[in-house]
Structures are given as C-alpha cells and as structure tokens.
C-alpha cells in the first residue's frame, strides 16, 4: 500500500513537472497569436553587465523614471502599466496604477528604485552560441540605427517574439556570420635560384661567385 502511494506520489510530482512548461508554452503561443503586435524602442544598457546566460539582456525607454507614481507603491511590488502608441508607431507607457485596467492595452509590471518599472520582456533568448555576437550587435546598434522588440500583449501579459536591429530581425545579422577579416599576405618560399640570385648559400651549401 505504501508502495502505491509513493508511486502515485511520484507521478503526480512528474505530472506537475510536465504541466508548468507546457501551460507556459500554450501561453506564449496564444499570446502571439491573440494578444495586439507592439513595437517598444531599446535604450543603452546601464550599467553594461556582461552577457549572463543565453539571451540579449534589454532596455527600454519605457522604462525610464516617471513624474507621476502611485502614492504607497513600493519597490518590488506589482503595478499596471496603461499603454498607447505615439505617432511613430511604437509603445509607450502612459500612466502606472496599482489596480488592473478594465480596458485598453496595458502591462503587469514590477515596481524598481528610482520610480522606474521593469517590464516582463527584458531578456531575448537566443542559443548559446548566437548570444554572445547578439549581444555586441545590440550594444553596437544602439544609438546608431533603430532598434526596438517586437511584443505581443493581451489582458496584461505579454511574449517577445522579435529583435528588430536596422529594420532587420537580428537573426539576419547573425545568419551573415563574423566581419571577414584580412587574409594574411603569402609568405615566399625560398628557391635555390632565389638564393643564388641573392648571393646566399645554395641548397647544396656550396657559395656562388
């Protein structure tokens, strides 16, 4: 009888297992296909960790420190961000709230220091092989060209489903491979006519004249 109760015990824990991330992969799938396509603009890194793991760490002008900040809101608490598109097309935060919106677009976030918030799409994952050049390619990009993430929000959640570098999706950039560098320049082999032509000694070792 224990027996039994282990085993079921055990395949229960092995179910459970097995349910977290398939439900979260039923999550990001729905919200890619449901939830509204947004474009949120990359910021510069601050401070410019090294790469830790295989993704892209990101920032975001988003979220940059607000003039208005819920009154009680503390640093690691969850709060609500009301979204809206500017001109351009990109996503910007309009508003913070610690209640969720009955309408529109809007995000769960984490309060940080600096009345600033962390959005739950900071990090791009990538093999581990491509997250070290993705990284560089997205520091080098900054401040150079557009760079923004492609994301896809529904009912507060949200899944990041692009790197956008120059128009271009970073996986381009990284399908091109490394800058080519330089080929060295040929060194001559020596001939026993070169050597007698310079007054050397020749293969035999005997000296020319």
Known sequence: MNRKILLAAVL????????IPASLVV???RLEAQG??????????????????RY????????????????????????YATLEVDE??????????????SAGLYLKVHATW???IVLPFARYYLNEHDAPRAENLYREALGKQEAYAVVHVDDGDAVL???????RPIEEWL?????????????????AESDTTQGGESEGGAATN
């Not at 351009?88 to 919106?101: C, K």
């Not at 489903?161 to 128009?167: A, S």
């Open 114 to 116: 600096g009345h600033r």
């Open 161 to 167: 489903t692009g790197l956008i570098l120059g128009e």
């Open 88 to 101: 351009d097309g990109f996503a910007t935060v309009n508003a913070l709230s610690e209640s969720r919106p």
């Open 36 to 53: 509204t396509e947004l474009r949120f603009r990359c910021a510069p890194i601050d401070p410019a960790d090294p790469l830790r793991g």
């Open 56 to 79: 892209v760490r990101l920032n975001f002008e988003s979220s940059t420190a607000f003039d208005e900040w819920p009154d009680g809101l503390e640093r690691g608490e969850i709060a």
């Open 27 to 29: 999550k990001c799938l």
């Open 175 to 191: 399908a091109e491979g490394p800058e080519p560098t330089a080929a060295a320049e040929p060194v001559p082999v020596p001939t």
């Open 12 to 19: 229960a824990v092995f179910a459970v297992q097995l349910a």
